[in-house]
């Protein structure tokens, strides 16, 4: 009887803990490490189409729009704060993208 116990005791506590471990293992697997996440993020405002200028915080498609009719009329942007110069486009458009935004 105590070998029954004692058997049905560890059983219970296996299965116990078998779900606590795979959910730490899920929550391991699910983390991206920063750099990889800013490489995936990272916008060439000068090859960029349409949806991939919509990646950018606030740029949705009338602001990605004006971005690439910027472009077509006056070339490749020379450095990020020039895109300032886009209607609609501010100071706080570089705070929220700078170091999302490349040449």
């Not at 730490?24 to 699910?30: A, L, P, R």
């Amino acid at each position: 009887m105590k070998r029954f116990k004692l058997v049905t005791l560890l059983v219970g506590m296996l299965g116990a803990a078998s779900p606590l471990m795979a959910a730490d293992g899920m929550s391991q697997q699910n983390v991206t490490p920063k750099s990889q996440q800013q490489v995936a993020s990272m916008v060439n405002i000068n090859k960029a189409n349409i949806d991939q200028l919509q990646q950018l915080k606030g740029v949705g498609k009338k602001k990605a729009q004006a971005i690439m009719k910027y472009r077509q009329t006056n070339g490749e942007f020379k450095t990020v704060e020039q895109i300032t110069e886009v209607s609609g486009i501010g100071e706080n458009f570089i705070k929220l993208n700078g170091k999302n935004i490349a040449l």
